[in-house]
């Protein structure tokens, strides 16, 4: 992956007619980086892509690409490429020309179009396909054939827009780690719209998350999912246990009325915060080998997930939501410890 930054938001504000879609945005892109931007409907992700791919201009600030204002640069001389939910292909061409499109309209020699298309075929696992007609493919099969036809005029940035949302569980799955595959193979940048925590944490290099045009934060999934910046962070990036707290000093933090040890520090003393416990971080134990980092509780429901089990455990007026694979059952009285590395600490939410 190269440092070089391939694409740069400065001061980017977008409004449509007096709503805000994104305020402030600053954000760089690195060559070759696989870069999610992730939060729920309505929070910006699309407007910034477009903004990207040159669909949409902002209110203010700019756009660079290679060091270069794009604000004038219409779509199609931009180097990027969209694939947006709706594949968009031509029903009445089949496998091979819908890939073979753009090639063909800039007059390409022949051998090369055919060259191109084929090793892209191969990449996308449709070997074999050129003949048939769109209709007679799958939504996955689909799916690929835009991702080749957007491959195909070799682009520096390919967005994504939501692509895999049509597709079922099973094959989604699939898809996403086919889609990172080839970004590694090919080493282009991927812009990656989901809506999506789990897709967004397999796949991206660099996850930003966005929350009513605003970035909440910018990071690898590691950091987002075991550092949150704030509440919202937390809760959007899978399960949390999040309760108020009081950062006595560094490395200890008051909740429900205990002492704890953590690992943070540069809170202040005495200063109110955040708590958040994962709920796989949270570990069953014997009552009788409650100690310091521990609290009794009690079982209030537990579910079988599968892999392991939730259950609800209510502890010191708070109801803790565990993921573990000890078997317990409703009812039961249970030692809850929360190690110092499973505590984290965040400045509260404004």
């Not at 709706?86 to 007059?107: S, T």
Request: proline fraction near 5%.
């Amino acid at each position: 992956m190269g440092d070089k930054h391939l694409i740069e938001l400065f001061n980017i504000s977008k409004d449509y007619e007096g709503d805000a879609a994104l305020i402030n945005i600053n954000l760089y892109i690195k060559n070759g980086e696989f870069l999610t931007l992730l939060g729920p409907s309505g929070c910006g992700k699309t407007t910034m892509l477009r903004i990207i791919a040159g669909f949409v201009q902002p209110s203010s600030g700019r756009v660079l690409m290679d060091g270069k204002d794009v604000a004038k640069t219409p779509p199609y001389k931009r180097k990027v490429n969209t694939i947006f939910q709706k594949y968009a292909l031509f029903p009445h061409l089949n496998v091979f020309d819908n890939v073979a499109f753009g090639l063909k309209i800039k007059k390409l020699p022949k051998e090369e179009i055919s060259a191109r298309v084929n090793s892209l075929l191969e990449l996308v696992n449709l070997k074999g396909f050129e003949k048939r007609w769109i209709e007679q493919l799958s939504g996955g099969q689909q799916q690929r054939v835009a991702i080749a036809r957007a491959l195909v005029n070799e682009p520096e940035v390919l967005l994504l827009d939501e692509p895999l949302g049509a597709l079922d569980l099973q094959l989604r799955k699939g898809m996403q780690v086919e889609l990172k595959r080839m970004q590694q193979r090919l080493g282009i940048t991927f812009i990656y719209v989901t809506h999506d925590q789990e897709e967004a944490l397999t796949m991206s290099d660099t996850i930003v998350v966005l929350k009513d045009g605003i970035i909440q934060q910018i990071g690898t999934p590691q950091d987002i999912y075991n550092e949150p910046k704030n509440a919202f962070v937390a809760d959007f990036i899978g399960e949390s246990n999040i309760l108020p707290g009081i950062m006595a000093h560094d490395y200890s933090v008051r909740f429900l009325g205990r002492e704890f040890e953590c690992v943070d520090a540069g809170f202040g003393t005495e200063q109110p915060v955040e708590v958040v416990v994962r709920p796989e971080d949270v570990d069953i134990i014997p009552i009788s080998a409650v100690s310091k980092n521990a609290m009794e509780g009690i079982v209030k429901s537990v579910l079988f997930m599968g892999v392991h089990y939730e259950i609800q455990v209510v502890a010191y007026g708070f109801t803790w939501t565990v993921h573990t694979t000890d078997a317990v059952s409703a009812g039961e009285t249970v030692g809850l410890e929360l190690l110092p590395d499973a505590i984290h600490i965040m400045r509260p939410s404004l």
